[in-house]
């Protein structure tokens, strides 16, 4: 990914070896390419979300792209400012979320290459954006501090919450279904903490505790076969993991940490 260019290269996963200066890439957007995201029905089908606004689609060959390619296969229009993020539903096959800093998220049907769904009632851009593993729900965190649910098969906001009080950015992830949802972000002490939310009930988190006192903005993953949350940010030395259990009071044990004498 380029911030200058508005490119994309693609090549084999499993492929070890120095790069070719002369990478062919993808050169569709007029803006840089800010996120991306491969269906999980169709391996070849690749959704780039860009600065210009739109989100574009590409069908990348079996034997991968061998020169540069400039027309995507589909072009997905509708927001009026950049885009942040582009996220396939996990179960529903062509249709994709989106989120710019016009403050709203589209649900789009890609067979159609038509927005299907908007949700206007964020009042500041998304910071993160995540389907639940069932796709029944989606969430984003935002810069006003909250974070925001949406059903997207009654179009309509589930509600909002007031995840933590520090003013930098918070990320998130559900945990194995479409009742909890894990939020990272900062106390008003501006140390790092995370809560553990039941879309059921957002009057108050089933548990929220300091994480570490790492500066960097806490990014998470989700191992949905092991259970296990990994938290780590930019700059830090260490990646935190957790193990994720529905049946135990606390939800979530913490199990230790990888640490570096590396950033």
Request: hydrophobic share 35%; proline share 5%; aromatic share 12%.
């Amino acid at each position: 990914m380029s911030k200058g260019g508005g490119v994309l290269a693609v090549f084999p996963a499993f492929s070890y070896r120095r790069l070719e200066p002369d990478l062919p890439l993808i050169r569709g957007h007029a803006g840089p390419i800010v996120d991306f995201d491969f269906s999980p029905f169709n391996d070849s089908l690749l959704a780039t979300a860009s600065e210009d606004g739109t989100v574009k689609l590409w069908q990348i060959p079996e034997d991968g792209i061998t020169k540069d390619v400039n027309e995507a296969a589909g072009t997905l229009s509708g927001h009026n400012r950049k885009l942040i993020f582009a996220k396939w539903h996990p179960s529903a096959d062509y249709t994709l979320a989106s989120a710019g800093i016009d403050t709203t998220v589209r649900i789009w049907d890609v067979a159609q290459q038509k927005c299907a769904i908007t949700f206007e009632g964020l009042k500041h851009q998304a910071n993160d954006l995540a389907w639940s593993h069932n796709g029944s729900l989606l969430a984003t965190t935002t810069k006003d501090k909250m974070v925001s649910f949406f059903d997207p098969r009654q179009s309509s906001s589930l509600g909002t919450i007031l995840a933590h009080d520090g003013a930098r950015q918070q990320k998130l992830a559900w945990l194995g279904d479409s009742q909890h949802i894990l939020t990272c972000g900062y106390s008003g002490l501006s140390e790092r903490e995370f809560a553990i939310w039941d879309n059921r009930n957002f009057s108050t988190p089933l548990q929220k505790r300091q994480l570490d006192s790492y500066s960097g903005v806490p990014f998470v993953f989700f191992d949905e076969e092991h259970k296990v949350v990994f938290v780590a940010g930019k700059g830090d030395s260490a990646i935190t993991y957790f193990q994720y259990a529905p049946s135990s009071p606390q939800l979530l044990e913490i199990q230790g940490a990888y640490k570096s004498k590396e950033p």
